[in-house]
């Protein structure tokens, strides 16, 4: 089992950053791969970014490449999801997920853990 915690939510302007954090108890966080994913209101669930187990690979949504970074600090047992030149569409709930094997993924249903969340909202 795998606990993991968001932090770092809140509201910034347009155009400001934020960078929420994913902490992890439980098994050891370097066996699993790590993914960001969010919900806007009214909409599903969609994949942000993703990491392998050692921060070898990366994967990002084409909405945020080039403004998100997603890193991990496994001694720390924490990662992270920087977030620059915020647009009000990055508004929702961002939350950390785990999954077995050493490639992170964009599809919800490869992950095993999941935190509850985090606010992001972004004011034009």
């Known amino acids: 089992q795998v606990q993991l915690v968001e932090s770092g939510g809140g509201l910034v302007q347009a155009g400001g950053s934020l960078r929420l954090s994913c902490a992890a108890s439980?098994?050891?966080?370097?066996?699993?791969?790590m993914g960001w994913f969010r919900q806007a209101p009214g909409k599903e669930r969609e994949f942000v970014a993703a990491?392998?187990?050692?921060?070898?690979?990366?994967y990002y949504a084409d909405s945020v490449k080039g403004r998100f970074t997603i890193s991990r600090d496994n001694a720390k047992n924490t990662g992270y999801l920087q977030m620059n030149t915020l647009k009000a569409e990055d508004t929702a709930v961002y939350y950390c997920?785990?999954?077995?094997?050493?490639?992170?993924?964009?599809?919800?249903?490869?992950?095993?853990?999941w935190g509850q969340g985090t606010q992001v909202t972004v004011s034009s």
């Open positions: 997920a785990a999954k077995s094997w050493d490639s992170g993924s964009q599809y919800e249903a490869e992950y095993n853990y």
């Open positions: 990491i392998s187990r050692r921060g070898s690979g990366t």
């Open positions: 439980g098994r050891t966080f370097s066996s699993y791969a």
